[in-house]
């Protein structure tokens, strides 16, 4: 059962947050990962499958044979699988399909993307309280695994705490807090004090988050969390650009990141856009570098390999997987 009291979350993000990135986070000191958000009706168009030969868990789009949602064993205990929904009979199916293959479910309040509110998703639920509660209560009800849900702040304190009393009368068992409005952009100043004002007066455990921009160590994770008062803090930009924020002993250099990610991707057999995507967010303005420049022009995990002198371990894992049968769709004449 996920305890979510004193733990160092990474935050759900789209794209970023696939297995290997959630490894590469628990790995450095992560106590729990969120995935990226899966938007329900997508989920439930895929299969699952046991790989036997990365001993994963796939979920396979049945339309096009992408992968829609990728865990293993090694944090089976400690991945929250984010969902998009709108519809507590739908958000209940998929939930139903992973039930034994993660540790919790959380659902999106947050997102403020027109894809989202035009879908009556993500933060359109925070104005429609009864539905998001109706979402969260049938889930509660009727999950084994705890349920969580992720919200931004209201105009005021007060209304925050009256929204979050609200969805926690469901019985979720957390509920991570964004410190901005729906119409603030990530670089407007966090609202600390509207945390604050939530996690002193309510039960159940509160996880700040958004305070990325402050956090470039360690050590100010915790100055967040006092700032907050919250029970746990959640980090999603800090993570992307170096997801050694999570380690104790202290930042790692960005090519130890980058290599570190990398043999995740190539063990994990992660599609090459993804991964390229990931280190992309990573070196951000080094992009523009000739080294930069080299990377952008990779297609395949070997080439990007290659940059970070990585391609016996590349050409290895692929060779070995190969033999085994895997049908990779990604490797390109291992
Ligand atoms: C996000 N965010 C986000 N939130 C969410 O609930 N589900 C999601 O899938 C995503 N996707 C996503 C992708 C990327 C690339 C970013 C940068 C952000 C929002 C994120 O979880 C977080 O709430 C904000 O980024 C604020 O926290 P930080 O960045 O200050 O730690």
């Given at each position: 059962?996920?305890?979510?009291?004193?733990?160092?979350?990474?935050?759900?993000?789209?794209?970023?947050?696939?297995?290997?990135?959630?490894?590469?986070?628990?790995?450095?000191?992560?106590?729990?990962?969120?995935?990226?958000?899966?938007?329900?009706?997508?989920?439930?168009?895929?299969?699952?499958?046991?790989?036997?030969?990365?001993?994963?868990?796939?979920?396979?789009?049945?339309?096009?044979?992408?992968?829609?949602?990728?865990?293993?064993?090694?944090?089976?205990?400690?991945?929250?699988?984010?969902?998009?929904?709108?519809?507590?009979?739908?958000?209940?199916?998929?939930?139903?399909l992973v039930e034994n293959d993660v540790a919790a479910i959380d659902i999106n309040m947050g997102c403020p993307k027109?894809?989202?509110?035009?879908?009556?998703?993500?933060?359109?639920?925070?104005?429609?309280?009864?539905?998001?509660?109706?979402?969260?209560?049938?889930?509660?009800?009727?999950?084994?695994?705890?349920?969580?849900?992720?919200?931004?702040?209201?105009?005021?304190?007060?209304?925050?705490?009256?929204?979050?009393?609200?969805?926690?009368?469901?019985?979720?068992?957390?509920?991570?807090?964004?410190?901005?409005?729906?119409?603030?952009r990530p670089q407007h100043a966090v609202h600390t004090d509207f945390i604050k004002h939530v996690s002193q007066r309510?039960?159940?455990?509160?996880?700040?988050?958004?305070?990325?921009?402050?956090?470039?160590?360690?050590?100010?994770?915790?100055?967040?969390?006092?700032?907050?008062?919250?029970?746990?803090?959640?980090?999603?930009?800090?993570?992307?650009?170096?997801?050694?924020?999570?380690?104790?002993?202290?930042?790692?250099?960005?090519?130890?990141?980058?290599?570190?990610?990398?043999?995740?991707?190539?063990?994990?057999?992660?599609?090459?856009?993804?991964?390229?995507?990931?280190?992309?967010?990573?070196?951000?303005?080094?992009?523009?570098?000739?080294?930069?420049?080299?990377?952008?022009?990779?297609?395949?995990l070997k080439q990007m390999c290659a940059i970070w002198d990585l391609e016996d371990y590349c050409f290895k894992k692929?060779?070995?997987?190969?033999?085994?049968?895997?049908?990779?769709?990604?490797?390109?004449?291992?």
């Open positions: 059962m996920v305890i979510y009291e004193d733990k160092i979350i990474l935050a759900p993000m789209v794209r970023i947050g696939t297995l290997p990135m959630r490894l590469l986070a628990l790995r450095y000191g992560a106590d729990l990962v969120y995935s990226e958000e899966l938007i329900d009706w997508k989920f439930l168009r895929s299969k699952r499958t046991v790989n036997d030969i990365l001993h994963t868990v796939d979920y396979v789009d049945q339309t096009d044979g992408t992968i829609v949602f990728r865990t293993c064993n090694e944090e089976k205990e400690k991945v929250i699988l984010q969902l998009g929904t709108c519809d507590a009979g739908r958000a209940l199916k998929v939930a139903k027109e894809f989202s509110i035009k879908g009556g998703m993500g933060v359109a639920l925070l104005a429609q309280p009864d539905k998001a509660y109706n979402i969260l209560k049938t889930l509660v009800d009727n999950l084994s695994i705890p349920v969580t849900c992720k919200i931004r702040i209201q105009e005021t304190p007060e209304k925050t705490l009256e929204l979050v009393e609200k969805l926690a009368s469901s019985g979720i068992s957390a509920i991570g807090i964004h410190g901005r409005t729906r119409d603030e309510i039960s159940i455990p509160v996880i700040a988050n958004g305070g990325s921009k402050e956090i470039e160590k360690y050590g100010d994770i915790f100055k967040f969390k006092d700032l907050c008062g919250s029970s746990s803090v959640m980090l999603a930009r800090a993570a992307e650009w170096n997801c050694s924020i999570f380690r104790k002993e202290g930042l790692l250099p960005m090519d130890t990141v980058i290599k570190d990610y990398l043999k995740l991707a190539v063990d994990y057999d992660n599609s090459p856009s993804n991964t390229k995507y990931c280190i992309q967010n990573i070196l951000r303005e080094l992009q523009d570098t000739p080294r930069g420049r080299q990377f952008l022009d990779c297609q395949t692929q060779s070995e997987y190969h033999n085994m049968g895997i049908a990779s769709r990604w490797q390109v004449n291992p």
